[in-house]
């Protein structure tokens, strides 16, 4: 199948630092890629959906100017959790898709402990 | 927005035995069905997945039927093996760049 790369796959930061996450397509353009947000023991929650070239949609009850996503071409969606603080912490992981549903890939996932 | 529900939340079964895990979905408008497992701290493996102009896919192990008119799909797993324990999710999407909405899960333990 086709390959999503998710950077960092680990971050530990202070609490009121940034943290940049990269989601890019390995062997395909990705026209949407969804970020989605994982506590502990729980469902993958939907943060946002980006399409290239666009601003990204942001589901409800999630901050657009806390989580800044930005998916400037179609091989590469930038989340950037800004001023991030303890309750951030989480898993955060992307997919991608050229096709609808039935074509989407996962990244890896990013593990965000925030002191 | 669609909403999908799922049940059990934790099974665990003997080794040999079989699984089933349910999954309510409630927009009919809702055509694309599929299964994941997922391990601590690892990205979702896609297992099975089935469209709505279908009542039954298998593959080996693992089926999965769906029920349009109760909007229900359930996941079977025979023969259960000790690998199989994870964490598995229900999913539902409208098709097109719609994204996947994920049921709670379900933590199936296999026991030995």
């Known amino acids: 199948g086709a390959v999503v790369s998710q950077h960092p796959s680990r971050v530990i930061c202070k609490s009121g630092t940034s943290v940049k996450i990269e989601c890019r397509s390995l062997d395909f353009q990705a026209t949407t890629m969804f970020w989605y947000r994982q506590f502990p023991k729980q469902s993958l929650m939907l943060m946002a959906t980006s399409n290239e070239g666009s601003k990204a949609t942001y589901e409800q009850g999630v901050e657009k100017d806390k989580f800044l996503i930005n998916h400037a071409s179609l091989t590469l969606s930038t989340l950037t959790v800004t001023s991030a603080h303890p309750e951030d912490s989480s898993f955060y992981i992307c997919s991608a898709t050229s096709g609808g549903a039935e074509k989407l890939f996962f990244g890896s996932g990013t593990q965000l402990s925030v002191l | 927005g669609e909403n999908v529900e799922q049940h059990p939340s934790t099974l665990s079964v003997q080794e040999g035995d079989s699984a089933v895990i349910k999954c309510t979905y409630s927009d009919s408008a809702s055509n694309y069905f599929p299964w994941y497992k997922q391990e601590l701290g690892k990205r979702p493996q896609l297992i099975i997945d089935?469209?709505?102009?279908?009542g039954e896919k298998k593959d080996q192990r693992i089926a999965v039927t769906l029920n349009k008119t109760a909007k229900h799909f359930s996941l079977h797993i025979t023969e259960t093996q000790p690998e199989d324990s994870a964490v598995y999710f229900c999913a539902a999407s409208m098709g097109g760049n719609t994204p996947l909405v994920f049921g709670k899960g379900t933590r199936l333990s296999v026991i030995a």
């Open positions: 089935i469209r709505s102009n279908v």
